[in-house]
């Protein structure tokens, strides 16, 4: 944590590091100021608090208790405003079917040239997706928040950018970019109206957000683990047509528990899908 002294700026510790036994084992974690190791760790063990000074959503600055592991929890059948946001996210989750999920895994796909998506014509070479975050299954990694502001360097991966579509078959195509090109148009062309542009690229509907088609995305866009992956691409994420009003409002319940549980640049968290 960063303070001040009478104009003079310097490190403050909260709490010093683990104290760790004789055979490697994790004892507790002693309070700043001690000059000598704790003899009775029972009264002196306190938790690991971190702090910072970082803005997530509307507030600036806060303190979190390290060990304490943050899930953002969704419920298939609780949550029917956003539900179908939530049934992507568990189909995403789930590596018995995630192959299924688009855009698909094949071996050989050079995932740095977004503009070439692979075909969504099923050929039988579609592989499982490792997808982080799954609170449900211990070894499953955690997300990692990205800076705020930052989300469209994993959605320049599937939006807003030229696509070459079936390049090489009897009938390729060629969207050209914009804000509103996107890989749900081609993969789920059946959701789209009938309306489309010269190019052959369907319209996400007119009205408000609700009476429109969005392009959801897990792992979270506001994540490291996004479609970007380390910033060559990764075939591990996975993209859903869903209603314009479902994706609006689970977005904001997603800021909201950044917000309360102050979740900033770097910090883990889980998800997790509950009936």
Not at 57 to 70: E, P
Not at 73 to 91: C, L, Q, W, Y
Not at 141 to 151: C, Q, V, Y
Not at 261 to 266: E, G, K, L
Request: net charge positive; aromatic share 12%.
């Amino acid at each position: 944590m960063l303070t001040r002294f009478h104009n003079n700026r310097a490190d403050l510790p909260l709490w010093s590091y683990e104290i760790v036994g004789a055979e490697g084992k994790r004892l507790g974690v002693a309070r700043h100021g001690y000059d000598r190791l704790p003899g009775n760790l029972g009264t002196l063990a306190a938790p690991y608090y971190r702090c910072d000074r970082e803005k997530v959503i509307n507030h600036t600055g806060g303190c979190v208790n390290d060990r304490a592991h943050r899930v953002f929890e969704m419920s298939d059948s609780g949550n029917p405003e956003f539900a179908e946001v939530t049934r992507h996210i568990k189909s995403a989750l789930d590596p018995s079917i995630n192959k299924y999920t688009s855009p698909p895994l094949r071996p050989g796909h050079d995932w740095s040239k977004p503009e070439y998506p692979p075909s969504k014509i099923w050929d039988g070479r579609e592989q499982p997706k490792t997808i982080p975050g799954n609170w449900n299954v211990a070894s499953s990694p955690p997300l990692h928040k990205r800076p705020e502001g930052t989300s469209s360097f994993n959605r320049n991966f599937f939006s807003n950018l030229e696509m070459n579509i079936d390049v090489g078959t009897a009938n390729p195509m060629r969207w050209s970019k914009s804000p509103s090109t996107n890989y749900c148009k081609y993969y789920f062309r059946d959701q789209y109206g009938k309306d489309e542009n010269n190019e052959g690229m369907p319209w996400a509907g007119r009205g408000p957000r609700s009476n429109k088609v969005e392009c959801d995305e897990y792992p979270f866009a506001s994540t490291y683990q996004g479609a970007a992956g380390s910033g060559r691409g990764t075939g591990h994420y996975s993209i859903r047509a869903v209603s314009g009003g479902h994706n609006d409002m689970h977005g904001r319940v997603l800021k909201a528990f950044y917000d309360k549980y102050h979740v900033a640049t770097h910090h883990a968290f889980w998800v997790s899908v509950v009936p």
